[in-house]
């Protein structure tokens, strides 16, 4: 069963879907989950070693992942709407994303785990984001 459904270009996270990913300290990708590579619209090898911003859509304000990457320098935790692209630009899907830094062997690296957000959040969110 697939873990999301096709509204038009829109990919809509079924209830118990969780997209994981880590990366280096400077973005760079380290670990997908199987939820994130089939959302996206990638294969596993296609994504590590890639900089995160490989899944960005234009429509994401540059002010989102300021703060984001702020927060999470500052070593606490991020929470907030992505509006993400799936591959060869064909859709894209909302999530909301927690983030947050851990230690690996001594190196801080992030991890992002992202949910379904509701209609009315994407709505909000979609507003908010015009403005920025
Ligand atoms: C753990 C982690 C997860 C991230 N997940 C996403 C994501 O799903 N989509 C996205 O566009 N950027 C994500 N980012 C932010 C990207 O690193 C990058 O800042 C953003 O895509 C903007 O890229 P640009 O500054 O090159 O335009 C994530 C960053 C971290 C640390």
């Known amino acids: 069963m697939s873990i999301f459904s096709q509204q038009g270009n829109e990919r809509i996270l079924n209830e118990d879907a969780l997209l994981v990913s880590e990366t280096d300290e400077k973005g760079t990708i380290i670990f997908a989950n199987d939820d994130f590579c089939k959302v996206a619209g990638y294969c596993i090898?296609?994504?590590?070693?890639?900089?995160?911003?490989?899944?960005?859509?234009?429509?994401?304000?540059?002010?989102?992942?300021?703060?984001?990457?702020?927060?999470?320098?500052?070593?606490?935790?991020?929470?907030?709407?992505?509006?993400?692209?799936?591959?060869?630009?064909?859709?894209?899907?909302?999530?909301?994303?927690?983030?947050?830094?851990?230690?690996?062997?001594?190196?801080?690296?992030?991890?992002?785990?992202?949910?379904?957000?509701?209609?009315?959040?994407i709505e909000s969110a979609t507003a908010l984001y015009k403005t920025l």
């Open 45 to 121: 090898d296609e994504l590590i070693g890639k900089p995160h911003n490989i899944v960005r859509h234009p429509d994401m304000p540059r002010a989102a992942f300021k703060d984001l990457w702020d927060t999470v320098k500052r070593g606490e935790v991020w929470t907030g709407y992505v509006k993400n692209s799936v591959q060869g630009g064909t859709g894209f899907y909302w999530v909301y994303a927690t983030v947050f830094p851990v230690m690996r062997n001594g190196k801080r690296h992030y991890i992002s785990c992202r949910k379904k957000p509701t209609v009315d959040e």
